[in-house]
């Protein structure tokens, strides 16, 4: 095989009350890239579509991450890389995360997956490094890996992968606003009380249990965030009507999607997910602020190759 074309799933990082830990991949969201093997050593973004993102191989996150994992394989040969981008960058859904899952999936599945997936993840970090200025897999391991994900370790590097309970939907709502990762993390406080990080200790864990044993009541419950939310709401215009119309329409829960600007919401059902997606256009369509409006269920496989 000399040419892959992948898809690379949008995610959803924190997921309230796993701050850097914890992310979701979304199943109907992505990009796609086409990768091809090539007698010139190295890598090359031959052509990017749907964003204005660099073509220099060490601008770009696909071209760090690739070459990372390039480097590593010491190949006599390299690839040529096609990004068609359908997430938007910025969005708080994982773009960056995205090409840089989908570079390393597609080259390693182009070699006959010489290394296991969760081996890709560092790699993927170093392009996620280049993008946001800190080395997080929130948002690249569930890209890779698929369902739910829970960074138990950063050094070393230890990541859980949970099967989504089968019911559960996502809905996001990303309004055109822009929302700097670095300002969104200048604003939170470098140390917080006992209470707060009992309180969100106690969330992880029902979240994770929740998951497991497939409660949606306890998911509900725990999809709270005393750590990062009451700081980051304030950078997104119409967020606590947005969170208010999202719980009313039957959400489980809701937060900030990443640093933002995006919504979440996680919802039991289809028609529910669907009627939190009403309400939060509701929200938006009564400002001059554009939107976007997504459901999805969770990918449990993450990068695919579609041919």
Not at 29 to 34: A, F, N, S, T
Not at 71 to 86: A, P
Not at 102 to 109: C, D, K, R
Not at 160 to 188: F, G, M, Q
Request: proline fraction near 4%.
């Amino acid at each position: 095989m000399n040419q892959i074309k992948i898809f690379c799933p949008a995610t959803v990082a924190n997921l309230s009350c796993g701050f850097d830990v914890l992310g979701l991949c979304l199943e109907s969201i992505g990009d796609e890239m086409i990768i091809r093997k090539s007698n010139e050593k190295g890598l090359r973004i031959t052509n990017i579509t749907g964003a204005d993102l660099p073509l220099e191989t060490n601008k770009n996150v696909a071209g760090v991450a690739g070459m990372a994992l390039l480097n590593h394989l010491d190949l006599e040969f390299g690839f040529e890389i096609e990004i068609h981008k359908k997430i938007k960058a910025g969005s708080g859904i994982g773009s960056s995360a995205a090409s840089a899952a989908g570079v390393v999936v597609g080259i390693n599945e182009l070699l006959g997956n010489p290394l296991h997936r969760k081996e890709l993840i560092p790699f993927a970090m170093e392009g996620e490094f280049l993008a946001s200025g800190s080395y997080h897999a929130d948002n690249v391991a569930p890209a890779i890996l698929g369902g739910f994900i829970l960074v138990r370790s950063y050094d070393p590097l230890e990541v859980i992968k949970i099967k989504s309970p089968k019911d559960l939907y996502v809905t996001i709502i990303h309004p055109h606003i822009e929302v700097k990762t670095s300002e969104a993390r200048s604003i939170l406080p470098k140390e917080i009380p006992l209470k707060t990080a009992i309180t969100q200790w106690g969330n992880l864990g029902g979240l994770i249990s929740g998951l497991y044993t497939e409660d949606y009541g306890l998911l509900g419950r725990s999809l709270q965030d005393a750590v990062a939310e009451p700081y980051r709401k304030n950078l997104i215009p119409e967020f606590d009507n947005a969170k208010k119309s999202a719980l009313e329409n039957g959400a489980l829960g809701c937060g900030i999607s990443g640093s933002g600007p995006s919504i979440y919401a996680l919802s039991k059902g289809l028609e529910n997910a669907k009627n939190v997606a009403d309400g939060l256009k509701k929200v938006y369509i009564k400002t001059e602020i554009r939107f976007d409006v997504y459901v999805s269920k969770v990918c449990d496989k993450g990068v695919i190759k579609l041919q």
